[in-house]
């Protein structure tokens, strides 16, 4: 199995920057894509940048060009830098580790807030 802990979040004004990280454990080398996914209330969860160990990444149209994710491979952490938030950026988010073998695993979520 894959645990995955996550910091970072809080509040923050529209147009402001906020980091998010996520650190694996586990079975790492089981991992091949890492990535954060977001929900807000009354909305399905959806994908918001993903990295697989090939360093291609992927991004929700509504982030490219205000998020960035960044994976460290010797620390089996990924992280999700966020300018130019919006309120509707609003929303918790999760990270999650697709595996080879045994599917997808999610961390327990963490609370973004940007106010207008």
Known sequence: QVQLVES??????TGGSLR???AASGRTFTINTMGWYRQAPGNQREMVASMANS?????????????????????????????????????????GADTFFTGRYWGQGTQVTVSS
């Open 20 to 22: 998010l990280s996520c």
């Open 55 to 95: 360093g291609s990444t992927n991004y929700v149209d509504s982030v490219k060009d205000r998020f960035t994710i960044s994976r460290d491979y010797a620390k089996n952490t990924v992280d999700l830098q966020m300018n130019s938030l919006k309120p509707e950026d609003t929303a918790v988010y999760f990270c």
């Open 8 to 13: 970072g979040g809080g509040l923050v004004q």
